[in-house]
């Protein structure tokens, strides 16, 4: 018997009985074990960040803001935080450490040669970190950007069949058509004499999210004359997933909730999965009652979009994708195909802008593949004659990727080539944009635009 029991039955004006002081005892010697257990924990988890914190010394870092920020919202994703990130990785050439708050380390992994044992360690020690990711789980699911393991690997063979080149290649009259619709609307804008400049990032994303929304669900919303409610409730989900990692108390969930942006991200997730659903049902109803021959039979002429390729795909097994896997890869490839082919586009236009030569050059090779044609439109087969285009598209991309980093959390210990070792549990950023300068920087030691047509 403990020596408070007496004292808690005089306080609970209960009668002392044998039964009723082991009860007791018994109860308080269970809230001693689990606060005991508890205790451990919280010891346990103190003394691993102790030792994480000790192993990380040898990485450097730049000033931090304050103790609880840490460096967050220091580097902001505009002008004056890329200028301000980029001075920090001038000095610091290899690994940077950063704080996200008070109690999260962050490993900024800069040189190529930094990066490959991450990237090159299997997916059980260098998984998808969830620290960010997880942002995008209750709008994008458990698509392809989300997916781990087996799931990850069942998704991705289903979906190889979307990206044969028999199911591109139609594509390209809708691409031609969308960029026809931007190029009237800028020329109407101009003869109106209303601007004098565009947000080319915009515009070019309303033309990316109309190209994407025929080829995926084959539904015109003239969404780059009008705006919709899906196309909208795209634009302002990803706005609130970037301005989400900026604010540490949104970091959690029970509070971002509660706010007037989490409120408005649940509201946003409605629209885009009702939009999804609806289709995705409305086809499948369709595909059961034609029947899958007399579906496809009926689809020839037209153009096969994303979700007829995933309501057709089987596995091993014969089993198909339900509607909730459809729904979470649609998604995931309005937000990624829209997201990073409008950022890769506008920073082509800029760096061609910035070289008038090479844009020269560029219209030049393009009208020579057009030239005696009626109708001014690219096909297919035009891409491989368009050698010096695709060049200047693709040191655009080397500079300025639309994917700038992935994350990762290790599980192992990965020794790095100095002999550092980033420590078992660390989070970890790949920066491929400071990668790809790093490893392009030693094989040409001249500009990159300006040498081009030297590059292999």
């Known amino acids: 018997m403990l020596p408070i029991t007496d004292q808690l039955l005089q306080l609970l004006g209960l009668q002392r009985t044998a039964f009723r002081v082991y009860a007791v005892s018994a109860l308080l010697l269970s809230g001693l074990f689990f606060l005991f257990r508890l205790l451990l924990q919280l010891w346990r988890l103190c003394w691993g960040f102790h030792v994480t914190c000790r192993r990380l010394r040898c990485f450097p870092q730049p000033p931090r803001r304050n103790w609880l920020l840490g460096h967050l919202g220091m580097y902001l994703p505009n002008e004056s935080g890329l200028q301000d990130e980029k001075k920090v990785l001038d000095s610091m050439h290899h690994v940077v450490l950063v704080w996200i708050g008070p109690v999260l380390p962050l490993l900024v992994l800069v040189h190529p040669d930094y990066i490959k044992p991450l990237v090159g360690a299997s997916a059980a020690i260098a998984p998808k970190d969830d620290l960010f990711y997880s942002f995008l789980k209750p709008w994008l699911g458990d698509g392809l950007l989300l997916s781990k393991g087996d799931k990850w690997s069942r998704h991705r063979r289903l979906l190889t069949p979307a990206f044969h080149f028999d199911i591109l290649k139609p594509y390209m009259k809708i691409f031609n058509q969308c960029t026809n619709v931007m190029h009237a609307k800028w020329r109407r804008t101009l003869a109106e004499g209303s601007v004098a400049s565009f947000d080319m990032f915009e515009h070019i994303s309303l033309m990316t999210l109309d190209s994407l929304q025929k080829c995926v669900f084959s539904y015109n919303s003239d969404c780059q004359e009008k705006m919709s409610d899906y196309i909208s409730a795209i634009i302002e989900l990803s706005a609130l997933v970037v301005r989400r990692q900026y604010r540490l108390h949104h970091h959690l969930d029970f509070i971002y909730y509660l706010t007037a942006d989490g409120r408005r991200f649940r509201q946003a997730c409605d629209t885009v999965h009702r939009f999804t659903t609806e289709v995705i049902q409305e086809r499948r109803q369709a595909l059961r009652h034609q029947g899958a021959e007399a579906w496809l039979k009926a689809k020839q002429g037209k153009t096969l979009d994303f979700i007829d390729v995933l309501l057709l795909a089987r596995d091993e097994d014969g089993k198909e994708l339900s509607d909730e896997d459809i729904r979470a890869e649609a998604d995931t490839f309005m937000f990624e195909g829209h997201d990073t082919t409008s950022s890769g586009l506008s920073w082509v236009l800029f760096n061609l802008a910035k070289y008038p030569e090479y844009q020269e050059k560029c219209r030049e090779e393009i009208?020579?593949?057009?030239?005696?044609?009626?109708?001014?439109?690219?096909?297919?087969?035009?891409?491989?004659q368009l050698p010096f285009t695709t060049m200047c598209i693709k040191e655009s991309l080397r500079q300025f990727p639309p994917v700038t980093l992935v994350s990762r959390r290790c599980t192992e210990d990965i020794k790095l080539p100095d002999g550092r070792v980033i420590p078992k549990g660390a989070h970890c950023v790949p920066l491929r944009a400071g990668a790809l300068s790093h490893y392009?920087?030693?094989?040409?030691?001249?500009?990159?635009?300006?040498?081009?047509?030297?590059?292999?």
């Open 367 to 384: 009208q020579e593949v057009m030239k005696g044609r009626e109708l001014e439109e690219l096909e297919w087969d035009d891409l491989t």
């Open 440 to 456: 392009v920087a030693t094989l040409l030691p001249i500009g990159a635009w300006p040498c081009l047509p030297q590059v292999p």
